[in-house]
């Protein structure tokens, strides 16, 4: 069959650029006939094949597009039972989120009245994008803090700056960035932060959160600031303790009350479990009963003397959206802010993925990252045109909301309802909220996301580096800052990621022959030991680790044969690693075998400078005892095995690599030339590389010399696809509708001759298959290609083939 016109110009090209196409490997297509029906020979695959696998198709544009709108997949479903959960999880968190929104407003430096407007911006937005049920978007304690340190830093260099202008612009810019991500489906990449660093994030950001509203809640007179490293605030605190003023009284009763209350509910739980219920509404709306409370009876003192109030209150909140309107944004507003747009995108997303993973587990359902960096990244984009700054996901109102069995996503659109009606009825009432309880309020809600010793104990239990990390993390927040925590651990995180990769340790493999037992009857106890029967037809061969530890030390673990070593790869194989790999293999095989031509050196002048030989007193030994050698008791290498399954790809630097280490190792064995196996090679792409690189087949001299056997694996057809008149094993090329190609990997597999051995055992082996068909074993087909028999389905016939059995 004629080349097609792209195979010519393909060719044409490779001759001026001066390129060396090799032949195409044995037994193409071209090759085949009706009596290697049976065969299978393997093609790579080509670029065509990763731009095709890469190119989104028609339904996968629309199934991306339907996706954007998760709502739209379960909003034809709503029913009463539905509505009837979301009514009571959605007025129990609006219940919450309005003393908490204005108390995070404070945090941010930000009046009050805006904490409201991004709660009612965050849940009346989310639902649209949600893929949580249980998450409750809007103003949070720890984005709250570094907005008012962004606001302080800004407006020290920028005065003439509003700080909710600097708070919308902020909420944008992440917005935009989110859902940028999120468009782009890139929600992998919170993947990279892993659970010591979120813990510690949030356990040293709810203690600087915390020691930072110690102040108010006392009513200190004293002025120092509340955004420092969290050991100056306790200290400041400690020294200023004497200016303590009247605001102690209703901070501190209102701390122990909601502490009391939610005790109390708990213990009433244990000891009436029929009343979970109520108890359980009773302890959520403690916040809000507490902050009524205490505003009925600041209303009380302070009613006649609104001007001088015995304690400080929250004042004025507007009623209404008083700052609904297109944010202002401008290059000088970003420039102010800029460096700080890292720390600001990581707290939003870290606080959010993990609070919503974590429900999505609990209540059995999965979240998808890349769409909740849309909602997110939504709900900050509109949320600043009605004052909104900042908001992400809230622990504390999610763990509500989950509780009180919401259904659905809809129930944001129910708190907003809540929240709005606030808005527009209780700015009357707000005035006289005292802000030391508020700022209890703070230190309660903040309070649970402290970790407790147990969770660092059990990261210490499962790994100690992650717990050091956990503990390196809080005591960096609270010796600095919140956002030199965050970049510390994720750093140092990233950094330990990246030594276990680039140190990853392969291993050396013997193997065990093993059976089955069977006991139909238990010990009596633990001494004693119960009757074993052995399946004599259970035998098998596993292969373990040389030196492993975690299995019985009395059982002996066999060297698979004299001069073949088998290494596991354990980690990838990358440019990382991929040298530590490679010495580490090296070592070992110089360390255990000997030259295999010790005078390949004609006079100790000729040898290199690194392998000088035995020294004049060996020499003097060695010819007393008529040796030529030290080493003559250790085997001569013949061969490697590589064990690929956890390789999954592979880059030029690792190839080259191997490249390397293969002729070293023909320099130790010459002149003859090792063997090298792959076994469990899973990756077509990863076959492709090693092809190419001139692994998967005998050597020239192999095959002049008649070695080694091939060996391959058959398993029977699936005669459906026979009898429907397809090849099994024949693959029409992707590239212009060919049947044969002349790909990448055929470019180190050398001339004609090479493949004679190969091409003749090949034919056998079809006739085998044949020939156990017509004997009613089952037709059989060779499961991996024929053209590369040095690619194994298995460790056992790999070995099989390196022995020449």
Sequence with gaps: MADPISTRVGHAIAKVLRIDLAPVPPGDETDQSDETVYSYFEHDPTAADWFRGHTPTVPQVRRYVWNIFPFLHWIGHYNVQWLVGDLVAGITVGAVVIPQGMAYAELAKLPPEYGLYSSFMGVLIYWFFATSKDITIGPVAVMSTLMGSILIRVQAAHPEIPGPTIAS???IICGAILLFLGLFRLGFIVDFIPLPAITAFMTGSAINVCAGQVKTVLGEKA???TRGATYKIIIDTLKHLPSTQMDASMGLTALVMLYGIRAACNYGTRKKPHRAKLFFFLSTLRTAFVVLFYTMISAAVNIHRREHPAFKLLGNVPRGFKAAGVPKIDITIIKAFVGELPVACIVLLIEHIAISKSFGRVNNYTIDPSQEFIAIGVSNLLGPFLGAYPATGSFSRTAIKAKCGVRTPLAGVITAVVVLLAIYALPALFFYIPKSSLSAVI???????????????QFWRVAPLDAVIFIVGVIVIMFSTIETGIYVTICVSLAVLLFRLAKAKGEFLGYIQVHSVTSDKAPDDGNSTPTLELDPTSSRRLYLPLHNGSINPRIKIHQPSPGIFIYRVSDGFNYP??????????????????RTDPQAWGSPGDRPWNDPGPTRAQRKILQAENSDAPDTHLPILKAVILDFASVKNVDVTSMQNLIDVRNQLDRWTSPDRVQWHFAHVNSRWTKRALAASGFGWPSRSDSEKGKPRAIFDVAEVDEDLVESGERVGKEKDVEVGIEAQNSASSSSLGSEEDFQVVRTQSKSVVDVHRRRGRSGVGTMASVDGINRPFFHVDLTSA??????E
């Design 169 to 171: 612009a902020l909420a």
């Design 223 to 225: 002025k120092f600031s």
């Design 443 to 457: 230190i309660h809600a903040v309070g649970d996301l402290v970790t407790p010793p147990s969770v660092t104990y």
């Design 577 to 594: 690693n991929a040298n530590h790999y490679t010495d580490h293999l090296v070592s070992h095989i110089f360390a255990n075998t000997r």
């Design 799 to 804: 070995l099989k083939s390196a022995m020449g």
